[in-house]
């Protein structure tokens, strides 16, 4: 582990610990309900914090900005319960509209693949196929092996590995 990333790990546990610190030692009680409210803050404002640097570390970094800016908001608002609702939503949403361009994109649908090019580089493809790959195999599961079950329809191949690489042949730039 990199030096910088040792520090800071170790600042951050140092000032959870000085605010509980503060919190135990508070004569009263409403001293201590705000060290305990501060604890909650800064464990609030580090999770935002780390949700930013993890989309921006995927490459999202325009993405980064406004995802930071809705979780600090439903975080100050509502509670981190909140913020973790949008991280989850935002995935689940946007999994959603890329899975089913996928499955369109298998199905040959030329406007999926307009779509894509409109949209992608092949390395941002990559980056959302890596991020979304299970969502991916769960829509193929309901989209395709569900109704499979209940209409006894034939169901069609699904080679994720074979789209990513026809999408490479697609959206490479050479």
Known sequence: ??????????????????????????????????????????????????????????????????????????????????????VVMTYLVWGLVFSIQMLLVHSRVEGAVRWFQERYTFRTFLLEYKAFYPMIWAFYFLFEYLPHLVTKEPITGFDPRGIRDEMEALLRKD
């Open 1 to 86: 582990m990199k030096k910088d990333h040792l520090l800071f790990i170790v600042s951050v546990v140092a000032a959870f610990l000085l605010l509980l610190a503060g919190a135990w030692s508070s004569p009263t009680f409403a001293e201590r309900q705000s060290y305990l409210e501060a604890i909650v803050m800064f464990g609030a404002l580090l999770f935002v914090f780390s949700v930013v640097v993890i989309v921006a570390a995927m490459g999202f970094r325009s993405f980064a900005l406004f995802m930071a800016l809705f979780i600090a908001m439903a975080v100050s608002l509502y509670g981190i319960e909140a913020g973790v609702m949008v």
